[in-house]
């Protein structure tokens, strides 16, 4: 791969056109790409592990943070797993009032997502405007739920908060302008010249190879791959909504754009039949503290792909195993794939089309010897103890100032 | 001597241009904010940026080249200003004018590129070094329509003088009608020169951090945005000089203002593009220069031509 006139471009883990560190080494030939190198794990959080150490229902508030995002998404996977074990059905309004918010979270993600594709190809217009109307959105959000972010509805067996006539009201009103405003976006991205000319053709992603390299979600869906979580396994109150799936054959960037523009308009459609059939009843039944042991696995649709949450629990108030995958770990190869051969100008949108989020998906690092490329595995007395003779070798002692401050820890 | 220093410090040199150009920069950001539904800058912030940056520290990479990173910025900044003695502004001529100055002036402002180039490849940073090789393909795709439909109103006025070419237009100004196409590609071109949305490739942001300028900071960098505003304006009173001849024969007061309004219209209609167009890749700029700009700029000259066969026999 080694070429005389190449050069590399590290693009991370600190870029302007990334939001979050993530690495991709790019080797050019002139303003062509001819490889390019995927590194994670910058943003390693254990929060895996902290689940083990907490109760369920710390986890769950946990779980949400994984994502600023997609929260409710996290949210809901884990609680739908964690229901299951237990063997508790929640209400059919809580059901229907958790939708109500997943729906208004992929408008949000969507609308969000647009605009950083808009800043990527340098057309700021777009993400101003974009970002602007999605303001309505987390005001609505903010008034369902209390949270512009990280809405915190969920809770083991329901939900946290019921709706009122006057929120429907405001839900409807709301929906009602994004429509308008999105059927605006709709005629943008099919009309604006210098949009389609920077998205056509960029990022190609064969049907075969989006099956291949496991791309879900918009990702997978503007190849072809007619794959929904809401369709194909329903949840919530999914299965008893009607709406489509939104698939698109361009295989490129342009196709992703349509599939989220599209997705839109189908969730406004689906937000519509969840105010207008949304039963009576309570909101939560009651769960117990600790879960019957068991493990399971929950699917779930995030505005980026599907998300799998995988909990197995011993009988105790305290998970056993905690695993989640993002979507984006299922889409960050093929990122490497749509890369290769492009331009050095298409990297950014086409990175930023997967619709990443690179914190959700660190789950674990390797750190690997750069020279002989071996990983190995410390225990935290092995990496307290690398880390002191690290510091003393550069003359920073700290172990004198360790002991003066922790007694009874000793050295 | 001392009238000499005047043109060169006060006016229409360095200090009613620099002033001119930092309220162009705030017209261009502000309408730009505005379009995009956002408030925008207060006037004074294109200013206060220059002083801030002015009074903070230039660090020089260790690795560029010492004289060529310092040198360039100055460069840059001193050909659009020289080149503003030659551009007529509100009268029929200019302060200074020789037959040919047309040519001088189109190529002193091609150099702010050329140091562009050389600031960005001698600073040795893989982003400014892409940035640079960017700025000099660009330049090769926009200088030829640029030129081209500069001239081709040249040759209906038979001069090479700028000076020439605004009394010729200033006498007959509905001649001028007749350049609309060279007027459109060169404020194309002029997008192009500035780096601007949709030409704006090689200083994109999302791919390559700042181009050229990524490794600029501090009083080197505050001389390379005042130079570029700079640039801003005497290019876009060069269109003006060429392309809108009209009231030139007002007088001083109401000429002035005139010219103001003119710089003003282009300024606004560059900052219009900015927020309509995304940015094309650096090949889609090249291909869009060669396919519609440099034909279109070739129409010009033969609109011209003709026009030149009949009007004067």
Redesign the interface.
Known sequence: MEHSESVRVPIGPQHPALKEPASFMLTLSGEKILHAGVRLGYNHRGIEKACEQRSYIQDLYLVERICGICSHSHATCFCQAVEELAGVEPPKRALYIRTLVAELERIHSHLLWLGVAGHEIGFDTLLMYAWRDREIVMDLLALLTGNRVNYGINTFGGVRRDITPEHKEAVLRGIDKLEERTKYYISVATEETTLIERLCGVGLLSHDDAIRLGAVGPTGRASSVKRDVRRDDPYAAYGELDFNVITDDHNDVYGRTLVRVGELMESYKMIRQLLSNMPDGPIAVKVPRKILAGEVVSRYEAPRGEDMHYVKSNGTEKPERVKVRAPTLANVQAVAHMLKDRYLADMPIVVAAIDPCFSCTDRIIAVADARDRRAGVMTWGQLRAYGIEWYRRRGTDFSRLNRAFSPAEGD | MAAALFHILVFPGFLFLGVLALFAEYVDRKLCAR????IGPPWFQPFADFIKLAAKDSLVPELADQWIFRLAPVVALASPLTASLYIPIWRRDALFSFEGDVIVVLYLLTIPTLTFFLAGWYARS??S??GAA?SMMQLFAYEIPLFLSILAPALLANTWSLSGMTRYYGAHPWYALLNVIGLAVSLMALLGKLER??F??PE??????AGSFTEYSGRLLALFRLAISVEMIVACSLLAAVFLPFGLQLGAPAGFVLYLLKVLLLVCLISLFR??????????VINFCWQYAAPFAFVQVLIDLVAKGVLIS
């Not at chain 2, 994109?204 to 951090?209: F, M, P």
């Open positions: 379009l995009q539904n956002r893989v982003f070094m892409l960017r949305v949709p704006d490739a994109a942001e999302t791919e390559i951090v927020t309509v167009f995304a940015r094309l890749r650096i090949d889609q």
